[in-house]
T-cell receptor
């Protein structure tokens, strides 16, 4: 079992729909990152969370440390949101690397 | 300046060639990373430099040789690569090696080994 599990692996939706991508992890963490990668492109860091909730534009990320679970929500989804969304965690006590989930491939159709 | 730049964007090389990938950041970050990413897979960590010293080598074959000439630059020297080394190579940087900070990723170099 991977230390970081994302669901769903693939998600197709219509423009305007509310999107939720989930991430569960099995280790203690100091921070959780949500990353976005467009096809053939580099990676953009969307959020870094250690507790609670963060919002940026139409994107919202939440984390529940007790349940070892995080969600990324996209409101009023748009075709330009089509990308792979990756959850990555950094362990506790000065862990030196990120552990990545397998990614969720999101396609928003017009 | 909040970006990580990588050159070249694309590289095609033969198995006997020697080439180098370059990564640069001017954010004053002291940790820099090389990742390898195959299609439809998450990035795999290769190397980490902290304060210009190699901190992590994830058992990467010696045909990949990293170099950190100064705090803004990170190179990856390639020699005698195999076709299975074809991938997207991503560089990233962060303020510090440990603790709670964001990694900033470059756009990547797409490498094809023939």
């Amino acid at each position: 079992k991977n230390e970081v599990e994302q669901s769903p692996q693939n998600l197709t939706a219509q423009e305007g729909e509310f999107i939720t991508i989930n991430c569960s992890y099995s280790v203690g963490i100091s921070a959780l990152h949500w990353l976005q990668q467009h096809p053939g492109g580099g990676i953009v860091s969307l959020f870094m969370l250690s507790s609670g909730k963060k919002k940026h534009g139409r994107l919202i990320a939440t984390i529940n440390i007790q349940e070892k679970h995080s969600s990324l929500h996209i409101t009023a989804s748009h075709p330009r949101d089509s990308a792979v969304y990756i959850c990555a965690v950094r362990g506790i006590q000065g862990a030196q690397k990120l552990v990545f989930g397998q990614g969720t491939r999101l396609t928003i159709n017009p | 300046d909040t970006e990580v730049t990588q050159t070249p964007k694309h590289l095609v090389m033969g198995m006997t060639n020697k080439k180098s990938l370059k990564c640069e950041q001017h954010m004053g970050h002291r940790a820099m990373y090389w990742y390898k990413q195959k299609a439809k897979k998450p990035p795999e960590l290769m190397f980490v430099y902290s304060y210009e010293k190699l901190s992590i080598n994830e058992s990467v074959p010696s045909r990949f040789s990293p170099e950190c000439p100064n705090s803004s630059l990170l190179n990856l020297h390639l020699h005698a690569l195999q076709p299975e080394d074809s991938a997207l190579y991503l560089c990233a940087s962060s303020q510090a090696l440990a603790g709670v900070e964001t990694q900033y990723f470059g756009p990547g170099t797409r490498l094809l080994v023939l």
